[in-house]
């Protein structure tokens, strides 16, 4: 069995984790078990991005230091994610020495090989705040297609943009006029790996979600445009140079790489060793909303070929729509959110995770409602696999003493379950984890309609073999479905 690298995405340690979020991360925990069940070795990694300006505007506010933000969301995303079982084989976050090491290692190695180059460029600054300003501070309108936009993308049209590109830019912090000053920083010559990056996509793409082939394909369309590597912040990985002490690396390249420090340091912790994961013959899913794709499917592999053209890498990309909440888009600043920590203090974990893989925005956004939740939980987990489950262990526990029947599995259903298997390996292979879920219940449906025809609340009278067979049946089914649903709901399975 070939290795299996899972990389979910970094939650940014700026705000509590809401359903949107866990809606495009929970396919990768959903991976993880299923390679595991499958016995595919498996190292499933991700953690907390703990760098960025948001962090320093929220710690200046409640006068903190931006290490006391990201302990405090490191700790609240650990919580959640485990109370959700989340299986993660190391879950890191990036303000780790290991990490900071291997980032710095990284930027040199490139500088080394001609990769970055210095320029003197014109960059954003508040002269209100006199400060510098990180792309996603920088509001104005996209250049391409004029809706609202942010220094580093447009939502609207999700192109990548540079803060000098908006039109009308002000500063979102004190809402006034900014201005450009020149500043020296490094960049990524990304256009070096256009011919690297189109085989990639031309080998890969039909392992990469619809979204995500689309989107690098019309990147590497117009052409890859070389990116800035640092920025002038306060508090994020300081470039290993003398004389830029006051830069720092770019936070978009510091979160990318830490699937790979993640890696390093779980093998640091348990002895083993990562390259495994990060050879050729290894299989790389990255699963991560849409706004994170090209960083994903061309901004990484870029980074990793330039350290070391031996890493594999990504070559699945699981790449979901986004998440409404009651028709309109979740909004943290305008607190229009349901957070993961609020909804597992009131439902079951394997009720959440049922309802955000049935509903998940695979290939387009979903949306969440209460109503359709509770029509989940009460429908599907109650009203099908609870009901089969309770009715047979019911059964058996009240008319035969506890004592399971010693007969084989009804061949249809043997046949149907034998079925249910193949198909959903081949779901899984295509990522469609969502048809996964539902032809699983396509059998929990099909031995209910079995417990019911097969009547064995009056065979066990008329006909004690026959009711012996049934329920013996359903006890094959049920101990089938508990590992075929596992991974989607592990709590209930176990």
């Not at 939502?155 to 006034?176: F, H, I, K, M, V």
């Not at 790996?193 to 979600?209: E, H, N, P, S, V």
């Not at 779980?266 to 002895?271: I, K, Q, S």
């Amino acid at each position: 069995m070939n290795p299996v690298l899972i990389g979910g995405a970094w939650p940014y340690a700026n705000g509590s984790l809401h359903i949107g979020q866990i809606a495009a991360l929970l396919p990768a925990d959903v991976l993880a078990r299923y390679f595991r069940l499958k016995g595919h070795p498996v190292l499933y990694v991700s953690g907390t991005d703990c760098h960025g300006t948001p962090i320093t505007v929220r710690a200046d506010r409640e006068k903190v230091s931006p290490h006391a933000i990201a302990d405090r969301y490191h700790r609240e995303f650990t919580d959640v994610f485990t109370r959700l079982g989340f299986s993660y084989d190391c879950y890191s976050r990036t303000d780790s020495p290991k990490h900071h090491r291997l980032v710095q290692a990284v930027f040199l190695k490139l500088l080394q090989k001609g990769l970055l180059e210095r320029r003197t460029v014109k960059q954003v600054y508040c002269p209100s705040c006199n400060r510098f300003l990180p792309d996603r501070y920088i509001a104005g309108q996209c250049p391409h297609c004029g809706a609202a936009a942010r220094g580093d993308q447009c939502d609207a049209c999700t192109s990548l943009l540079n803060p000098e590109d908006l039109l009308d830019p002000t500063c979102q912090l004190c809402g006034q006029r900014t201005l450009l000053r020149e500043s020296e920083h490094f960049y990524l010559r990304l256009s070096e790996f256009q011919a690297l990056l189109a085989a990639q996509l031309d080998q890969c793409g039909d392992k990469y979600r619809p979204n995500a082939r689309q989107e690098t394909a019309r990147y590497l369309r117009e052409g890859l445009q070389d990116r800035a590597i640092t920025r002038d912040l306060d508090w994020g990985i300081p470039v290993p140079l003398p004389g830029y002490e006051n830069k720092k690396i770019y936070v978009w390249v510091d979160a990318v790489l830490g699937y790979l420090s993640a890696s390093q340091i779980w093998a640091e912790r348990t002895g083993c060793d990562w390259r495994q994961f990060w050879a050729q013959g290894a299989q790389a899913w990255y699963v991560h909303g849409k706004d994170n794709i090209v960083f994903h499917t061309l901004i990484l592999p870029a980074l990793l070929d330039g350290f070391d053209p031996e890493l594999k890498l990504p070559d699945r990309i699981v790449s979901s729509g986004y998440l409404t909440l009651e028709g309109q888009k979740i909004s943290t600043s305008r607190n229009w959110a349901v957070w993961a920590a609020d909804l597992l203090d009131t439902c079951p974990a394997d009720s959440i995770r049922y309802f955000l893989i049935s509903n998940n925005p695979e290939r387009r956004d979903a949306d969440f409602s209460l109503q359709a939740f509770l029509a989940s939980h009460n429908g599907e987990l109650v009203g099908a696999f609870g009901n089969l489950v309770h009715r047979t262990f019911a059964f058996v526990k009240k008319h035969r003493d506890g004592c399971t029947p010693n007969e084989l599995c009804d061949p249809a259903i043997r046949s149907s379950i034998e079925k249910t298997y193949s198909d959903c390996d081949a779901l899984f292979a295509g990522a469609q984890i969502k048809k996964a879920l539902e032809r699983i219940f396509t059998l929990v449906r099909e031995l209910n309609r079995f417990f019911d025809q097969r009547q064995p609340w009056r065979t066990r009278h008329d006909d004690p073999d026959d009711c012996d067979r049934a329920i013996a049946t359903c006890l094959h089914g049920v101990v089938n479905l508990a590992q075929l649903l596992d991974p989607f709901l592990p709590f209930s399975c176990a």
